[in-house]
């Protein structure tokens, strides 16, 4: 019997090209599904262009948190990952690392601030904590709060030095053991993603509006936000 809500999937691994191979295997399939339901080929194209937009989409979005951050599109997807696993969205990540930045930007440079007091309670040298990335600054702290003696001090320092962050303890534990263990994790499955498999994605994009400008009969059908 056929599936009456077939799945379709671009799975991890699969990325920039693979990734949109692996998704006209599955448009194939789920054509052939939708045949026996006698489901329209219309809405089997919107649901492709739906699975490739949302793709490019959070591509997108990947770029541009990891510009205005300064890390790595790897290393954000990884950190993202592992805060997935706690509960944690991807947004959220992105607003701690940034938060976590600007305040040991200002710690550095304005020599106050109640991240500057909670880094020199780590015994955390500001000036070469300021050099690092966001998602380097973390780790550097979680190192450090090791030797913090209770959970209570240890969400008043994290909070100091960024809003919610006491929201990744149970990731920062034991030197950013559960970090580590969930980034790597996230490249084992291929949910990671480099800049060069980044750019690919982005280039695809830019082909598929080529394509929406001249078959301008199927702008309907092909989604590219």
Not at 96 to 109: H, L
Not at 164 to 180: C, K, M, Q
Request: no cysteine.
């Amino acid at each position: 019997m056929t599936d009456p809500n077939p799945t379709v999937t671009i799975k991890g691994r699969n990325k920039s090209g693979r990734a949109f191979k692996q998704a006209r295997t599955d448009m194939d399939k789920l054509a052939g599904a939708a045949k026996s339901l006698g489901i329209g080929l219309a809405a089997v194209t919107v649901a492709g262009a739906a699975i490739i937009g949302r793709t490019i989409e959070q591509t997108r979005q990947t770029v541009a948190y990891s510009k205005a951050l300064g890390v790595s599109t790897e290393a954000l997807t990884g950190f993202q990952f592992a805060a997935a696993s706690v509960g944690i969205e991807a947004d959220k990540v992105g607003d701690i690392m940034k938060d976590t930045s600007e305040k040991i930007g200002d710690a550095f440079r304005n020599n106050a601030g109640e991240a500057k007091e909670a880094l020199e309670s780590l015994g955390i040298n500001i000036a070469a904590i300021n050099k690092l990335s966001p998602d380097k600054q973390l780790l550097a702290i979680a190192a450090a709060l090791d030797e913090v003696g209770t959970q209570g001090e240890k969400v008043q320092i994290l909070e100091a030095i960024a809003n919610d962050a006491s929201l990744l303890i149970p990731l920062l534990d034991d030197n950013a053991a559960g970090l580590r263990e969930m980034t790597q994790r996230a490249d084992e499955l291929g949910v990671t993603l480099t800049q060069v498999e980044a750019d690919e994605i982005m280039a695809a994009s830019k082909s598929l509006g080529e394509l929406k400008a001249v078959f301008g009969s199927l702008s309907q059908d092909l989604t590219v936000l």
